[in-house]
């Protein structure tokens, strides 16, 4: 086993955020990763890239980081099955299919982090998410010290959910992600801002156009620390938006399943009137204000605290609570944001 050091972990996190945690592993190989889950005697968590995940405190449980590269492909016919180990970086693994031809997942082009954090929130974007081309993951149990497969229907995807976040959440770590993709081209045009293309837009000039979309509306961590979506667009029933959209009529909203709707939680906040909005260190970003921003030196209690003010805000506007997407971590585990009351 690699000896367990402590660690500074700024460079570690997307916000920048100065924390230090007792032990850092970075398993390359499942025999590593075995021999640590024999001596963890105490909370740990999984970082990958550290793009989706707050340090709240300015010490962390102990981390494992896991440390597994590859990629494999292996030819079905008219679909190719590719696994990714987890430390894989998953811009690189989409470049890596879309130049060998192996199509489903341009759209999901420059979101940053680790292949084996993808599934957890099941990530998505540009009218596509993993769940669409998941095959199957590859999760080492620490209980049992083995290696179980997990097929698409046995995640449990969700918006930004899996059962990695629920019943398998600090039980193991997903080692590989195997994803089935195809050798036919069909472009996922339905989008905003990729219907433009035209029918006959080439797999490359989807990624370009998502590429360039991103880079003009997102801020550049390295230049301006954040995790990206600071919080999950809620979803909430019918009647609920039907009053709201009564006093809104302007309010983006998007129909899902079981009567219920998905709102833009980017717009609720821009109409609090916080686009822009600072405090000291940290402030909500004056052109995404989905996208909370470090501004140099700050805690992440301060960005815990700027959250729970803007789901304050929204909360007395609208009546709904937003729930962040990015993972608040504290000494001791995953913490809520918990509401601030009046
Ligand atoms: C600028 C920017 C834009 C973004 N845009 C999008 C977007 O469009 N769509 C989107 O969905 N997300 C987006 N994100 C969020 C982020 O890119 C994704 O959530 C990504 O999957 C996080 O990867 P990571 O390796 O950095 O995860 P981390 O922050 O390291 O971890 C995130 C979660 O996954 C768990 N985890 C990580 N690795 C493993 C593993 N091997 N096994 C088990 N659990 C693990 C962690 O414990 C944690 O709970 C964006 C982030 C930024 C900074």
Not at 135 to 140: C, E, G, R
Not at 203 to 223: G, M
Request: glycine share 8%.
């Amino acid at each position: 086993m690699n000896t367990p050091q402590a660690l500074q972990l700024n460079p570690e996190n997307s916000f920048s955020i100065s924390s230090s945690c007792p032990a850092f592993y970075s398993p390359s190989s499942i025999e590593e990763l075995a021999n640590i889950a024999k001596a963890m005697d105490k909370p740990f968590y999984v970082l990958g890239a550290g793009t989706n995940t707050l340090f709240v405190n300015n010490v962390t449980p102990a981390i494992i980081h896991p440390n597994f590269h590859g990629i494999e492909v292996k030819d079905c016919g008219d679909r190719v099955l590719v696994s990714g180990q987890s430390a894989e970086n998953w811009h690189e693994f989409v470049q890596f299919c879309l130049n060998r031809g192996y199509y489903g997942i341009e759209n999901l082009a420059l979101i940053p982090g680790s292949i084996g954090a993808a599934p957890v929130q099941n990530i998505g974007a540009y009218g596509v998410e993993l769940a669409d081309v998941l095959d199957s993951v590859s999760w080492f149990e620490f209980s049992s010290q083995t290696l179980r497969h997990f097929t698409n229907e046995q995640c449990h995807f969700g918006y930004r959910d899996s059962i990695f976040k629920h019943a398998l959440f600090g039980k193991g770590i997903i080692v590989s992600v195997t994803l089935s993709l195809s050798k036919t081209w069909q472009p996922k045009l339905s989008y905003q801002g990729l219907a433009q293309l035209g029918a006959d837009a080439s797999a490359e000039q989807v990624f370009n156009q998502v590429v360039q979309l991103r880079q003009s509306k997102l801020p550049d961590p390295k230049e301006l620390p954040n995790a990206g979506s600071f919080f999950k667009n809620p979803v909430v029933d019918e009647d609920v938006f039907n009053t709201l959209q009564q006093s809104y009529p302007d309010m983006p909203y998007y129909p899902q399943r079981n009567h219920q709707v998905k709102l833009a939680a980017g717009w609720l906040i821009d109409q609090c009137g916080l686009k822009g909005y600072r405090q000291g260190n940290v402030g909500v970003h004056q052109h995404q204000a989905l996208v909370l921003v470090n501004y140099g030196q700050a805690s992440g209690r301060e960005l815990y605290q700027l959250a729970q003010y803007v789901q304050q805000q929204v909360k007395q506007k609208f009546a709904i609570c937003l729930e962040p997407e990015v993972r608040l971590l504290d000494s001791a585990g995953l913490i809520h944001l918990t509401e601030v009351n009046n």
